[in-house]
């Protein structure tokens, strides 16, 4: 049972260049989200999706975008990455109705 | 929306004594109070959580109280130990807005030998 699943693990991009992170759960939960994390900032939301086929922008949402592609997968994608954009990115997953959120291991990415 | 500030951002104890964070929250409505801990380079994890309906919640050696009136909530651990040492953060969130967290900025905890 591997819970939330996401690649790649690390990332260096260039200004500019686009990229897409992966989130995929396999406990059958209706809701995920995606963080990020910023040293001293804790754990901020970019988007979420309650269920399949909705999305909503979270805390940080500018300079991103989501998809929620069936009930097991919640992509995240940069069109144009930018340095503020550096940062740890975690993606999670919950049954609806106020259960504990499950988090994936992060994506590090770096954007030079 | 809401806001969660957490105190002290660093934490060192003594291995045997006890650590207390507290959080406090600004939106009423928030009724689920997640705690989780992140060790270095890993995920955050849920160590417990409580919900509105409840004024305190114990397991094992950590225990989380919850005080709705004055809109703040503690995690207590007792008899620390060096692998209680990661940083810790509190969260709030109001269930029937899609169960959104908004995390605290964590705490350093290191328990030393």
């Known amino acids: 049972n591997a819970g939330v699943t996401q690649t790649p693990k690390f990332q260096v991009l260039k200004t500019g260049q686009s990229m897409t992170l992966q989130c995929a759960q396999d406990m059958n939960h209706n809701s995920m989200y995606w963080y990020r994390q910023d040293p001293g900032m804790g754990l901020r939301l970019i988007y979420y999706?309650?269920?399949?086929?909705?999305?909503d922008k979270g805390e940080v949402p500018n300079g991103y975008n989501v998809s929620r592609l069936n009930k097991r997968e919640f992509s995240l994608r940069l069109e144009s990455a930018a340095p503020s954009q550096t940062s740890v990115y975690f993606c999670?997953?919950?049954?609806?109705?106020?259960?504990?959120?499950?988090f994936g291991d992060g994506t590090r990415l770096s954007i030079l | 929306g809401e806001n969660v500030e957490q105190h002290p951002s660093t934490l060192s104890v003594q291995e045997g004594d006890s650590a207390v964070i507290k959080c406090t929250y600004s939106d009423s409505a928030s009724n689920y109070f997640p705690w989780y801990k992140q060790e270095l380079g890993k995920r955050p994890q849920l160590i417990i959580d409580i919900r509105s309906n409840v004024g305190e919640k114990k397991d094992q050696r950590i225990a989380v109280t919850l005080n709705k009136t004055a809109k703040h909530f503690s995690l207590h651990i007792t008899e620390t130990q060096p692998e209680d040492s990661a940083v810790y953060f509190c969260?709030?969130?109001?269930?029937?807005?899609?169960?959104?967290?908004?995390f605290g900025t964590g705490t350093q905890l290191k328990v030393e030998l």
């Open positions: 999706s309650a269920s399949e086929g909705t999305t």
């Open positions: 969260a709030a969130a109001f269930t029937g807005g899609g169960n959104k967290l908004t």
């Open positions: 999670a997953s919950s049954d609806t109705g106020g259960q504990p959120q499950h």
